[in-house]
């Protein structure tokens, strides 16, 4: 049974179009993570979600929001996609005390 | 604000010998420090974390890392590596341990059979 479970794992997407990634994670923690890792596997935290409340957002474009409708679900929605978006996403939670355990990512890919 | 820097962004090491992963963190408070693995079209896994206890920490796989706080450092070492070991590794700092990671910018790990 996976801890954090990430979908879809692969996205093809054309330039203009809206997409949704969605996380679930069954670990109970509070806090949950967006985290964003570019072509050279640099990883950047985007957001973080404590408890359904948005704590964290890096300077992120608007066309990316993320949703938390309860504290086991954090999905994020992209609008307007544009190539510089192709990326792999990783959902991550953790709870006080914990180390974060992550997704196994979402490649996202825009042409 | 934190940081982490990863020296080296390539590794390469023989099968046998031994592995060793520098990492250096900017922290204005004590922090929590990890090393995570990363394999080829995976998510990242903890190998071991540093929490204000002990400063050799054990992790999986038959890792370890000391933390040096008057060197600001927390390497990653592993005596005898082996082929399974070829992966991205990534230091990261975390303020009070329920704060976002901050990620160096990894070290690709390649052993040469």
């Known amino acids: 049974d996976t801890a954090v479970s990430q979908t879809p794992k692969y996205l093809v997407t054309q330039m203009g179009n809206d997409k949704s990634i969605k996380c679930e994670q069954n670990?109970?923690?509070?806090?949950m993570y967006w985290y964003k890792q570019d072509s050279k596997k640099f990883l950047k935290i985007m957001f973080s979600?404590?408890?359904?409340?948005?704590?964290i957002n890096e300077t992120v474009p608007n066309r990316f929001s993320p949703k938390s409708p309860d504290k086991a679900h954090l999905n994020l929605h992209i609008n307007s996609l544009e190539l510089g978006d192709s990326a792999v996403y990783f959902c991550?939670?953790?709870?006080?005390?914990?180390?974060?355990?992550f997704g196994q990512g979402t490649r996202l890919t825009v042409v | 604000a934190q940081s982490v820097t990863q020296l080296g962004s390539h590794v390469s090491v023989s099968e046998g010998a031994l592995v060793l992963l520098r990492c250096n963190y900017s922290s204005s408070v004590p922090p929590y420090l990890f090393w995570y693995v990363q394999y080829p079209n995976q998510g990242l896994q903890l190998l071991l974390k540093?929490?204000?206890?002990?400063?050799l920490v054990k992790g999986i796989n038959g890792f370890e890392a000391e933390f040096k706080k008057s060197e600001t450092s927390f390497h990653l070492t592993k005596p005898s590596a082996h082929m399974s070991d070829a992966a991205e590794y990534f230091c990261?700092?975390?303020?009070?341990?329920?704060?976002?990671?901050?990620f160096g910018t990894g070290t690709r790990l390649t052993i040469i059979p």
């Open positions: 990261a700092v975390s303020e009070s341990g329920n704060e976002k990671l901050t």
């Open positions: 991550a939670t953790h709870s006080r005390g914990t180390e974060a355990f």
């Open positions: 979600y404590n408890n359904k409340e948005l704590i």
């Open positions: 540093y929490t204000s206890a002990a400063t």
């Open positions: 670990l109970g923690h509070d806090t």
